[in-house]
């Protein structure tokens, strides 16, 4: 079974446009002490080849694609950067084919970026963790200090700026999960994407590298019970969301409950390299394994993004992310979980992804919730 949206195209690049970043968050997969050419940001000739490819690729299939600014801190390309970037869209004639999206941490936004997001039409999504000490735990500056009060207050100036904004938020599994969905309700935010920590099964059992993801479980389950309670519709999370609409065999776009087709992703890498999702950035960050780097480049004189996408396809079927694991297979909360991310899955102990997900106890456990939740909901309001 896969509960996969089946998009059959690549409609989302993610685009590493800075390899830089003004905060050290203690989870960031990207801005480390193993960070390669720090500092470095993408070429006009870079941008140019990856819109002219990319408007090759949609214009043929007559279809639309989105274009999310990433980094690092993508606002540190700075304005009169970005704008060269943005006027360049309309320049290569990929302006039509696509939307643009932006992930910020948001410690520069101030009135002029509000003016620039707003006047180039880009969607924002704001980096916040769930609560003011899980935040300040792990989102910290260079010199160590939080910073939940700046990103609060960037928040709300685009509030009231009227700009809709959603938000990103890693689970720390330490927090407590009612506290959680209320500091995020307390933000107004209308939709919220809660992530669990990026991690694979590999990287659990070797006691470097492993994480701590005793406290998840808990921290899911309170936190949909905080959701749900008072049926308030106000605030989407998509992990819960996700959850209740693959009970009912719907189809979503959350990787996190292998809801997405992984197929439909690339990112592109500051110097143009064409990588699959991040998740997969840290197997080969801790040499765990390959499978990040697709040894394509949009600078290649042969370079396609039909032929990338092909390639894409061949790795997703190899790694099994179109499938559920075997051990799945006969899990009572599968249609929900979906086997989580497949990137979550990997073992190095036979290098294969057919096995439950790393965070397989706390996806069962939000599953057996959302069941519950789903058979009677009135306990819970
Ligand atoms: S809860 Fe565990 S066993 Fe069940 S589908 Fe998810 S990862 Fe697989």
């Avoid at 792990?138 to 938000?167: F, I």
């Avoid at 406290?215 to 989407?236: C, H, I, N, Q, T």
């Avoid at 979550?344 to 057996?368: F, N, P, T, V």
Wanted: hydrophobic letters at 35%; a negative charge.
């Amino acid at each position: 079974m896969h509960a996969g949206h089946a998009t059959d195209y690549l409609h989302i690049l993610v685009v590493k446009v800075v390899r830089a970043c003004n905060l050290r968050c203690k989870y960031c997969y990207y801005i480390n002490d193993d960070t390669r050419d720090y500092g470095s940001s993408m070429t006009v000739e870079t941008v140019t080849a990856l819109y002219e490819r990319y408007r090759d690729y949609l214009s043929a299939l007559g279809r639309q694609g989105a274009i999310v600014w990433h980094g690092g801190e993508p606002l540190m390309l700075g304005r009169r950067r970005f704008g060269a970037f943005m006027e360049l869209q309309s320049e290569t004639g990929l302006a039509p084919f696509i939307h643009n999206k932006l992930q910020t941490n948001a410690l520069l936004i101030d009135d002029a970026w509000i003016d620039f997001l707003r006047r180039h039409d880009i969607g924002i999504g704001v980096s916040i963790d769930t609560d003011r000490s899980a935040h300040d735990a792990n989102r910290v500056t260079p010199t160590g200090e939080g910073t939940y009060d700046q990103t609060v207050e960037a928040l709300g100036r685009l509030r009231r700026a009227g700009v809709s904004t959603g938000v990103l938020s890693v689970a720390d599994g330490v927090s407590d999960g009612r506290l959680a969905i209320s500091s995020l309700r307390a933000l107004g935010v209308s939709s919220a994407d809660i992530l669990l920590p990026m991690t694979n099964n590999a990287r659990q059992r070797n006691p470097e590298t492993a994480i701590d993801l005793e406290g998840l479980p808990e921290f899911l389950v309170d936190a949909f019970r905080a959701w749900v309670k008072g049926d308030d519709p106000s605030m989407r999370v998509r992990l819960f969301s996700s959850m209740i609409l693959q009970a009912f065999g719907r189809r979503t776009t959350f990787l996190g409950t292998g809801g997405a087709d992984m197929s439909s992703l690339a990112v592109i890498e500051t110097d143009g390299t064409l990588c699959m999702d991040t998740e997969y950035s840290q197997l080969e960050r801790f040499g765990i394994a390959e499978g990040y780097n697709t040894g394509l480049n949009v600078n290649d004189t042969d370079f396609s993004f039909a032929r990338a996408e092909k390639l894409i396809k061949r790795f997703v079927a190899k790694v099994g992310g179109d499938r559920l694991p075997t051990d799945c297979q006969n899990c009572e909360v599968a249609r929900l979980c979906g086997g989580g991310h497949p990137g979550s899955r990997y073992d190095d102990a036979d290098h294969s992804h057919d096995h439950r997900s790393a965070h397989c106890k706390a996806l069962y456990r939000l599953g057996r919730e959302t069941l519950s939740y789903l058979n009677d909901p009135h306990p819970y309001l």
